[in-house]
């Protein structure tokens, strides 16, 4: 099935193709990837329901737009640069990839990819495009909706808990948001304990090293956050981020910072992320 309601305008495909050169080069920037890496050329075919966004063949990259019907620009956006990070860094461009990988190193080295991937490209959009933790768990919601896992599969529960917890803790350090973040700590849950020692294990994943930890989270901590996972459509928008933000201050034992908190107040209006251009401040 495919459908012209789903295609991006001309505008947002020129954006959209703007916004991957730009990850690409704040990348480079990082040391995420070597200097003069060359860009791919983007193509958007016309989309389809079929299950997928991203499609690699040499130096073609093809996004699937189908899902832009159901969800904002920005959050089209936030999982193509996702995408993008599977591609550009971790080189694991296609499904069967993320399979091949899968099989070869099992399922949590995956779920690990899939937060770090989150997490830059939040980092992304904190640094460069000056977008909030507020604004970044708003955007999570709609994320949440289009991909909603009523059956809670529990690797992707853990994988989304794992990536709230490590873009909370980069805000929580450094809450402005255009603060450059130097720490990368990353979090990959396993929530199995959760209901005999009311304790999430972690591994954790630092600049320096990687180490085990354990989380002290209450049942009706996680039920809640459980809750975002699945139904973040019932959720109002105020509500869901006030739940992600109260759920990492407890689990990470860190204050939600004022800035941060501050922000919560005004989400009722707010508007999703302005469509910032390349490098706007
Ligand atoms: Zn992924």
Redesign the pocket.
């Known amino acids: 099935m495919t459908g012209s309601s789903h295609e991006l305008s001309l505008k947002k495909k020129r954006e959209l193709d703007r916004s991957i050169k730009s990850f690409k080069t704040w990348l480079c920037k990082i040391k995420k990837l070597p200097q003069g890496t060359s860009d791919s050329i983007v193509i958007f075919p016309r989309p389809t329901s079929a299950d997928w966004i991203m499609k690699v063949d040499g130096s073609e990259v093809r996004f699937n737009s189908y899902i832009t019907s159901r969800c904002s620009f920005d959050c089209f956006r936030l999982v193509v640069l996702?995408?993008c990070f599977?591609l550009f860094v971790q080189h694991l461009p296609n499904k069967e990839d993320a399979k091949m990988f899968r099989d070869d190193f099992g399922p949590g080295f995956m779920q690990l990819f899939?937060v770090e991937?989150d997490y830059y490209t939040a980092m992304f959009f904190k640094e460069v495009e000056h977008v909030s933790l507020v604004e970044m768990f708003d955007l999570y919601r709609e994320v949440g909706k289009i991909f909603a896992d009523p059956t809670i599969r529990q690797p992707k529960l853990a994988r989304f808990i794992g990536s709230i917890l490590s873009i909370a803790n980069a805000y929580f350090k450094n809450p402005r948001a255009k603060q450059t973040t130097k720490e990368n700590e990353l979090y990959l849950p396993n929530v199995s304990n959760i209901l005999t020692e009311e304790t999430i294990h972690v591994f954790l994943l630092t600049k320096n090293h990687f180490a085990y930890g354990k989380i002290k989270i209450g049942i009706h901590d996680f039920v809640r956050i459980r809750e975002c996972y699945t139904a973040s459509d019932v959720i109002g928008r105020r509500e869901y981020v006030e739940e992600l933000l109260a759920f990492a201050s407890k689990a990470l034992q860190m204050e939600i910072p004022q800035l941060i908190h501050r922000g919560v107040y005004a989400l009722p209006s707010v508007t999703p992320i302005r469509s910032r251009s390349v490098g706007q401040s």
Request: net charge negative; hydrophobic share 20%.
């Open positions: 996702h995408e599977h899939d991937a």
